[in-house]
C-alpha cells in the first residue's frame, strides 16, 4: 500500500502514514460495523431461542436497522455521572476499554498478510493487550462510586485473571505446532484440506480447542461467564451508571472482544483464511499466477475467515442464550479445577503426540504437509524461507535449521 | 483459467496520469520543513515523554487508583519504545507482565483497601525529602552509567537486524543462533537453559507456596456453612469461622491447631 503510494509520487512519510490510516479506519470498522450486525444478530437469535420475533419492524422485513436505530437514540442520551464519582477515571474507562480491544486487533491478520502490523510476537501480543481490556472495567467499577460497580468490576479482575492461565496455555499448542507465534505463518501451515487444520490435528488439541472455547468466552465475560454485568444480581454491574455514547463504548468494546477472540481461535486451530476446501487453488488461482489472482486469493481467505469468525460470535450467542448464569465460585472452580488441569494434560499430550506421531496416525494419508497451499503467495511479498512450503512439519517443533529459523527474523515491510 | 486473470488489475503508471493534481500538491510537501524530520526520532521523543510524564504523574498524584492508572500509561509508553526499537517480544512482555497482571493486580489490591484514609495520601515532609534524595542518587547513578557507555553516545547506525522472538527462544533451550563475538573459545558458547531451568523451578516453588499459604485449612468433615463460608469474603469469613481460615503463619499456627483439634474432634 505505502510502495503503491510511493510510487504515485508521494514522499516516504506521507505515504506511510496514509496507509497506517487505512489500515486503522478498516479495523476500526471492523469492530463498529461488526457491533451493528452482531447487536441486531444478537437480538434475534435471543428472540428465536426464547420463541420470540425480535425486531421486526425497524428498516423493513427483519428489523435489520434496529442497531441503527438503537445507535442514535444512545447519541441522543443524556450523558449522566453520579455526584461521588471521580470524574476523570469515570470518563476515561470506557475510551481504555475501546482501545485495548482495537489494539489487540492491529495484530490479527484476516487473510494472508493481510494484517494490521505482522508482529514476530502476534499471538503474545493480542493475548497481552486483550487482558488490558479488563484495566477499563476495574476503572469504570472504580470511578462510578455505586456498589454493584465496585462488586462487578472485583468480579470481573478475579475472573480475568484467573482464566488468563488457562488461556495461555491452550494458545501456547498451536504454538508448539507451528514453531512460531507469527499469527500469518501459523495460519499458513494450516493451508489445505480441513484435515491440516489444528482442530484435527490430533484428539488433543480437539479437546484443548473447546477448553480455548470455554476460556475465551470467560475472558470477554460473556453468559455464561458474565459476572461483572449480572443483571439480575448487580443491576448492570460494571456499567451500571453509565449511559448514552460511553455505555456504547464498553458495548463496542465487548463485540470486538468477542470477535476478536473468535479470529483467533479461528486462525490457530480452524485453518484461519484457509478454507475447508481449497476452493481458491482448485480453481486455479494462487501463487504464480500474477498479480490479480493474489488478490482474489486474499479476497477468498478474507471471507473465509470472516466467516469463522463470525460463526463463532454466533456460537458464543448460542451458548449464552441456553446456559444458565454460573456462580462465582463455580466460575473459579471452571477455572482452576478443570479447565487448568485439562490444558496442562492437553499441552503435554499433543507434545507427545507430535514427538511421537508427527505425520499422524496414518503418515501420507489426510495431511498434505504443506503441498496444497490456498492463499501462498511467493515472491517479494511472501514469507521468508523459513515457512517454506517444502519445509517439513516435524522440523518446526524440533528448531529446524537454526539458521532457517533465524530468517524468520526479517518481517516483510508492509 | 488461470490464464485468465493473468494481468495487473492497477497499473500504476496510469493513475498518475489521472490524479495528478494531488500528486503534485503532496509531492510539493517535502519543500516545507515537516519532511526532513526523523520521524523515528519524533515517535520516540513522543513515547519517552509519555513515559517520563506520566512517571511524574504517579509521584504527583494523590490518589492510589490514579497513581496506578498514571503508572499503566507509563509502562505501556515504555512498551511503546520497545516495539518502536523492534524489540516486539519484550513490548509485549511488558505488557503482558507489568502492564497487564502486576497493574491489575495492583488495583485489585488498591480497591480493597481504598477506603477514607487511603483515598488521598499526604507524605510527611520528612518523606518527600527522603524519596527525594533516594530518587535523585538513583536518577544520577543510571545517567553516569547511561552516559558512560560510549556506543550509546553517537547517532544511531540506522536500521539494524530487528532480533525477534526465535533465536531469544532458541538461546533459552540451549541452542545460540546468533552471530557469535569475535574470541570466544570453541565450546564456550552455550545457551542459557541451566539458568532458564533454575528459574522455571524457582517460580513454581514460588507458585506453590503461595498456593500453600493461600490455602483455606478444612476440617476433615466439612460442614455445609464453612463450605458457604469459603466462597464469602475474608473478613466475613474470619468472624464467622476462625478456624477455617486462619493463615498458616507461625504466630496463629498454634492456636489454630488447637482449635482445629478442638473443634474437628
Known sequence: ?414 | MTGMLDMDIIDISTLTHVVPPLATTLAALPALPIAGINWHSVLFLLFAGLACGFAIAVVAADNVVRMALYLVFSLGATAGLFFLAGAEFIGAMQLMIYVGGTLVLLVFGVMLTAQAPLVSIKPSSSDRTLTAVAGASLLSLLLTAAFSVDAWRGPGVGVVPAPSATPLGMALVGVRVDEPPAGTPVGGRVGYMLPFEIVSVHLLVVLVGAAYLARAKRRRTPRPIDALASAMPVETVATAAPVATMAPTGRSAGGAKSALVGGGR
Not at chain 1, 498478510?113 to 487482558?131: S, T
Not at chain 1, 454491574?237 to 476478536?260: D, I, K, N, V
Request: net charge neutral; glycine share 12%.
Open chain 1, 1 to 414: 500500500m505505502a510502495e503503491f503510494l510511493i510510487g504515485l509520487g508521494l514522499p516516504g512519510w506521507v505515504a506511510w502514514s496514509i496507509a497506517a490510516l487505512v489500515a486503522a479506519v478498516l479495523l476500526l470498522n471492523v469492530i463498529a460495523g461488526g457491533a451493528l450486525v452482531f447487536i441486531w444478530a444478537e437480538r434475534k437469535i435471543a428472540a428465536r431461542i426464547q420463541d420470540r420475533l425480535g425486531p421486526t419492524r425497524t428498516g423493513g422485513r427483519f428489523g435489520w436497522l434496529q442497531s441503527l436505530a438503537d445507535g442514535i437514540k444512545l447519541l441522543a442520551k443524556e450523558d449522566l455521572m453520579p455526584e461521588g464519582a471521580d470524574g476523570l477515571l469515570f470518563r476515561l474507562a470506557p475510551y481504555v476499554s475501546f482501545c485495548a480491544s482495537f489494539c489487540a486487533f492491529i495484530a490479527l491478520p484476516f487473510a494472508f498478510d493481510v494484517v494490521g502490523q505482522r508482529l514476530n510476537v502476534g499471538v503474545f501480543f493480542v493475548v497481552a493487550v486483550l487482558g488490558l481490556e479488563v484495566f477499563g472495567v476495574i476503572l469504570a467499577g472504580y470511578a462510578s462510586a455505586s456498589k454493584w460497580s465496585l462488586f462487578g468490576a472485583m468480579r470481573e479482575a478475579a475472573q480475568v485473571v484467573s482464566y488468563e492461565v488457562p488461556l495461555g496455555m491452550c494458545v501456547v499448542v498451536p504454538v508448539m505446532l507451528a514453531g512460531t507465534m507469527d499469527l500469518v505463518t501459523i495460519g499458513e501451515k494450516q493451508a489445505g484440506w480441513m484435515s491440516s487444520w489444528y482442530l484435527f490435528h490430533d484428539p488433543f488439541t480437539f479437546i484443548i480447542f473447546w477448553v480455548y472455547v470455554t476460556c475465551a468466552v470467560a475472558s470477554v465475560n460473556r453468559a455464561p461467564f458474565d459476572l461483572a454485568e449480572a443483571e439480575s444480581e448487580l443491576v448492570a454491574g460494571f456499567h451500571t451508571e453509565y449511559s448514552g455514547l460511553r455505555w456504547s463504548f464498553f458495548f463496542m468494546a465487548e463485540y470486538g472482544s468477542m470477535f476478536l477472540v473468535s479470529g483467533l481461535a479461528a486462525v490457530l486451530f480452524l485453518g484461519g483464511w484457509n478454507g475447508p476446501v481449497p476452493v481458491a487453488r482448485l480453481l486455479g488461482f494462487s501463487d504464480g499466477t500474477g498479480e490479480s489472482a493474489a488478490y482474489v486469493v486474499r479476497l477468498v481467505g478474507l471471507a473465509n475467515l470472516m466467516g469463522k469468525a463470525t460463526l463463532g460470535v454466533l456460537f458464543m450467542m448460542w451458548i449464552r442464550w441456553t446456559l444458565p448464569r454460573l456462580r462465582i465460585d463455580q466460575v473459579m472452580t471452571t477455572c482452576l479445577k478443570y479447565c487448568t488441569p485439562i490444558a496442562a494434560v492437553m499441552f503435554a499430550g499433543a507434545m507427545f503426540w507430535q514427538l511421537f506421531l508427527p505425520g499422524g496416525l496414518f503418515p501420507g494419508w489426510g495431511r498434505p504437509a504443506g503441498e496444497i497451499r490456498e492463499g501462498w503467495l511467493e515472491g517479494p511479498g511472501g514469507l521468508p524461507a523459513a515457512a517454506s512450503p517444502a519445509e517439513d512439519r516435524s522440523s518446526t517443533v524440533t528448531g529446524g535449521d537454526p539458521v532457517e529459523r533465524a530468517g524468520l527474523a526479517t518481517r516483510s515491510p508492509r
